[in-house]
């Protein structure tokens, strides 16, 4: 079983120190081996904010969100649901860290890109 795998499991368990230790290492494993924009660097990421954000770290999700949308936008594009939710995210850790402007001005970007697709998208 892959380090990413057991992290899941430890995630769903609710297990968010354990799962936070390894999705870290499966993270910096990932950046040396592929660099910062490939698709498992992507996820790596993705997994340990989502970790960090249950486990209200707000500050430390936000550095990984801002470093994932950003480098979504170039791999996939600005109107990619992954990256609209990403951007989500990021404003859902302004919200809790009381930057509501912040939040605002991400959620109407959201709003914006989902209807430059012509659609709203259930997972934002």
């Not at 368990?13 to 592929?34: C, H, P, T, V, Y």
Request: charged share 25%; aromatic share 6%.
């Amino acid at each position: 079983m892959s380090m990413g795998n057991l992290a899941m499991i430890y995630w769903k368990l609710g297990r968010w120190q354990e799962a936070e230790k390894l999705q870290a290492e499966d993270m910096e494993i990932s950046l040396r081996l592929f660099g910062s924009e490939h698709p498992d660097t992507l996820s790596a990421i993705a997994n340990l904010a989502s970790t960090y954000m249950k486990q209200e770290k707000w500050s430390a999700a936000e550095e990984l969100l801002v470093q994932l949308s950003e480098a979504r936008e170039r791999v996939i594009g600005p109107n990619h649901p992954s990256t609209v939710l990403c951007m989500s995210n990021l404003a859902l850790t302004y919200r809790n860290q009381g930057r509501r402007l912040d939040e605002d001005k991400l959620d109407i970007a959201c709003v914006i890109r989902c209807a430059e697709q012509g659609e709203l998208h259930v997972e934002v």
